[in-house]
């Protein structure tokens, strides 16, 4: 039988399930896409011969792609030092260790394809992705909009990913650079515990957790902007550096880029995304997830790979997850 991962669609879209009567809106999501080997300016070139508009530099590492078909795009060195001289010299002392990142405007679900066209584009530009040189560190971070305004989904979500979030990395590996670099980390393993046994949370209680377990932005799936949107107050233990805006969006950065590989599409990143919500929006496979979890948590012999197989089962035991 094939791995689960490897059936995942990698030319089209899935959209992203309704959590409740609340969540019927269409929700978008903002994409950052980081690549070497393409100049800033080459890159907004890119954008707006695809998606029209009109480049604006806003300094001397970015530059905007204003009006086009999509919103506004930025294009910048993504490098944030405390001083604008630090970065200039870390800039020009690393080189394509400083990818150029794209940053665009919420997408409409339906619009995504376009993202995928214009990684093709950069592709064919000689854009190089995670794995095209050993200390190449890049991501593309997904931000879906949360499942409903009030945060309704949003634990669910939570939940879906503590239980998911080895098996993902197991089952297709991120590049070696990324694991030594932050904003990848796992998520401590108190806080998927908590999760786990707090089924019927509501968001003040993942807030006040996250905030005590986790007061951090480095992890592959960062809920503090989401949690700063929805509830700052319950926030006090999560250091100020960490806190840079509330968003009603998720803040995925799990996925690596590799821009530059013909069998790698964002729509598979997005695909393994909706597969944690679909994971979500099934309430009987949660609760064997969190069984098994339980289980394997009290063994004194159990490995993360006897967990990453257990996942790995249970989920070929619900087909209608790879559904269309």
Known sequence: MDKLHTTLPRKYFWPLPAHSTTSQTPRRVGLEIEFAEISVDDAAELVRALWGGEIRPQGPRDTLVQGGRFGDVKIELDIALKTKWAEDIAAKALGDLVPVEIVTAPLMQSDLPHAQTLTNALRKAGAKGSRAALAYSFGLHLNPELPAPDGSGLVAVARAYALLEDWLRASDPIDPARNIIPFVDRWPTALVDALVAGRDWSVDDLAISYARLAPSRQYGLDLLPALEHLRPALLADVPDTQLKGGRPTFHYR???????????????????WVLIERVATTPDLMDALASDWTGHHASLISTRGDWVAQVESRLQRYPDLLRD
Do not use: K, Q
């Open 254 to 272: 799990l996925a690596d880029a590799r821009v530059d590989e013909h069998d790698w599409s964002i729509a598979y990143e997005w695909n393994r």
